[in-house]
């Protein structure tokens, strides 16, 4: 369903708005959910998040614009940016962890290695570590990023640059 199709729906009867709403949860739900997982580390916190950004996206269906997708992500990095701020300290996710289907050696290489990744993302700005998830776990263009984020194309270059350094320095100082 395009954005036109989709906003179009919305201002159709409830049946038609139900069931739009519906394919929307249906098409994006997973994405949001994986995005909030990266942000927050916790599935817990996931849920919570994406459960928040739907419940905007169906409260301000009237005024949606443009691509449903790049605003999805703007609000989902919106409510996991705004659930870290409320997060106590005490409070941080331990992160769960893939269940193994390799062989047992190459599991515990792959699980150590995503544990660091995981442990230097928390330690990233919020904003790099956005620009991060976005544009190199989720697959998003840098110029999708910077429509997201709000933000020019370069500062999003930077922030990616910058992440990587820092998630990389984090890496080495733990091997």
């Known amino acids: 369903m395009t954005a036109g ?54 409260k301000h269906r009237d005024r ?46 792959m699980e150590e290695r995503k544990r660091l990744l995981i442990e230097a993302l928390e330690l990233l700005p919020q904003r790099e570590r956005a620009a991060v998830v976005l544009r190199d776990i989720e697959g998003l263009s840098t110029r999708e990023v910077a429509q997201i984020l709000e933000v020019a194309e370069v500062t999003v270059r930077s922030q990616i640059s910058m992440a990587r350094l820092k998630l990389a320095k984090y890496v080495r100082s733990r091997k």
């Open 5 to 58: 199709e989709l906003a179009l729906a919305f201002r159709e009867d409830s049946d038609a708005k139900r069931k739009a709403f519906e394919e929307c949860v249906a098409a994006h739900g997973p994405r949001v959910l994986r995005t909030a997982y990266r942000l927050l580390g916790s599935r817990a916190d996931a849920q919570d998040a994406a459960q928040e950004v739907f419940l905007r996206f169906f």
């Open 64 to 109: 949606l614009e443009g691509d449903p997708q790049a605003w999805l992500y703007r609000v989902t990095v919106n409510v996991c940016h705004d659930h870290r701020r409320r997060r106590r300290p005490e409070t941080a996710p331990e992160f769960e962890r893939a269940d193994p289907a390799p062989g047992p050696l190459r599991v515990l290489e």
